[in-house]
């Protein structure tokens, strides 16, 4: 039995919850993959997977070996790419995560100019405003912003954006413009419930922090693009949050003459072991794509300032 190949059997099953699922990401029959797992099963002498009505699920002894021959064959497409040189494209598959907002606006449009240039690599996005444990979910690179909560974890800056308190014009028009924070009280506020409700401002070296309470509060920010452009109120949020309102004027930048600090994008990778190439190639790519003019300077003019 070629071991490679029963482990890319395994992970196939266990990432697809089925051995029909398996099989039609391989291009191989449904039988192969059940007899080569139980082939597997044979020679460790262990049972990796558990099979009920409801699908199959990993034992414990299978969720360890889940996670060995992952590294493992990471492992060996790094060798073959080392073999091949920096020439070789990339084969295999990549699983990445990244917050949903943040994703469907600057990352999935440009994903397929990714995909042509690595016609051999299959990609995962698995997309959750939540901080999720990579390991235990397989990914390969997670995109973050904000403050990393864990300092000892494999990260690298792939760039920041400025954070501005933002409005529509017809919310402004029917609310009133904030002159300075502490008008953000008599103002509806849109607030994270991941983040702090305690909005910090500088200003020619004096600080002001400002408690909102909201009466609507969001675990998505999803949610909070939405009801910002619904015109509900007003909120903190980073450029990229807003990016085609801002350029386009139908998002506004109030309090202007007021800082907020900056927000950071990270690339974080899983403790323990090296970045792949693939993982590599992929924040590359994202540093790419958040230099474009969409992500940057076109979105610095249009505001109201106080």
Known sequence: MDRLSAMTHFIRVVETGSFSGAARVLRVGQPAVSKTVAQLELRLGVKLLLRSTHGLTPTEAGLRFYERARLALQEADE??????????????????????????????????????????????VVLDDRT????????????????????????????????????????????????????????ETLVFSQLSNIWNFTREGAEVSVLVRGRARFNAAEGIRTA????????????????????????????????????????????????????????????????????GAALRDRALSA
């Open 79 to 124: 060798a073959d790419l080392a073999a091949r040189g920096a020439g070789a494209g990339l084969s295999g598959r990549l699983r990445i995560s990244a917050a949903p907002t943040f994703a469907r606006l600057h990352v999935l449009p440009h994903l397929p100019r990714f995909l042509d240039a690595h016609p051999g690599l299959d990609i995962d």
């Open 132 to 187: 999720i444990d990579l390991i235990a979910e397989g990914i390969d690179v997670s995109l973050r912003m904000g403050t990393l909560a864990d300092s000892g974890v494999v990260a690298r800056k792939l760039a920041s954006s400025r954070r501005s308190v933002l409005a529509t014009a017809e919310y402004v028009a029917r609310a009133g413009m904030p002159r300075v924070p502490g008008d953000l009280a008599d103002h």
């Open 228 to 295: 910002v452009l619904a015109h509900m109120g007003l909120t903190i949020a980073s450029d990229w949050m807003f990016a085609p309102e801002l350029a386009d004027g139908r998002v506004l930048r109030l309090l202007e003459a007021w800082t907020l600090p900056d927000i950071d994008l990270w690339a974080v990778f899983p403790t323990g072991r090296l970045a792949t190439a693939k993982a590599r190639a992929f924040a590359d790519f994202v540093v790419t794509v958040m230099q474009a003019p969409a992500c």
